[in-house]
Each structure stands twice: as structure tokens, then as C-alpha cells.
């Protein structure tokens, strides 16, 4: 939550390169914690609000699937 939570500071002040970076990550963890407890439904629903931002930041800056490749394995 600490990321989204930075991605959403970085936003405001137009920092959409950190915001993505940011997100990137709180999107990767989501995922890695959704694998091991699917029914964790707090998680999901963050990981949903992830994707929902990181969308919000695509449409804000250009494409994303670049940076998505790069920044996540």
C-alpha cells in the first residue's frame, strides 16, 4: 500500500516516470501475494485499484506495455 500510496504523491506533483515505477512494483508484490493466498480479498481488491491507477497513468503519459517490460520480469 506504501507504493500505491507514493505512486499517488508522485502523480500529483507530475512525476509520472516514479509513479509508474512505483506502481509497477505495487502491482508486482500484489500479484506475488494474490499466488500464494487467492482468497486474501483486501489483496485483490488493492491489486485491482493497482491496475486501475497504473491505466489512469498510461493514459496520462502514452503507452505503458514499454515501461511494464522493463521494469517487471
Known amino acids: 500500500m506504501y507504493l500505491?500510496?507514493?505512486a499517488l504523491a508522485y502523480l500529483a506533483l507530475?512525476?509520472?516516470v516514479k509513479a509508474q515505477t512505483d506502481l509497477a512494483l505495487a502491482i508486482k508484490?500484489?500479484?506475488q501475494n494474490y499466488e500464494k493466498d487467492t482468497k486474501d480479498w483486501r489483496?485483490?481488491?488493492n491489486l485491482a485499484?493497482?491496475?486501475l491507477a497504473a491505466q489512469?497513468?498510461?493514459q496520462q503519459s502514452?503507452?505503458?506495455a514499454m515501461f511494464y517490460l522493463k521494469v517487471l520480469p
Request: proline share 0%.
Open 56 to 58: 489512469y497513468t498510461q
Open 49 to 51: 485499484i493497482y491496475y
Open 43 to 45: 489483496n485483490a481488491f
Open 4 to 6: 500505491y500510496d507514493r
Open 29 to 31: 508484490l500484489a500479484k
Open 62 to 64: 502514452g503507452s505503458i
Open 14 to 16: 507530475n512525476e509520472q
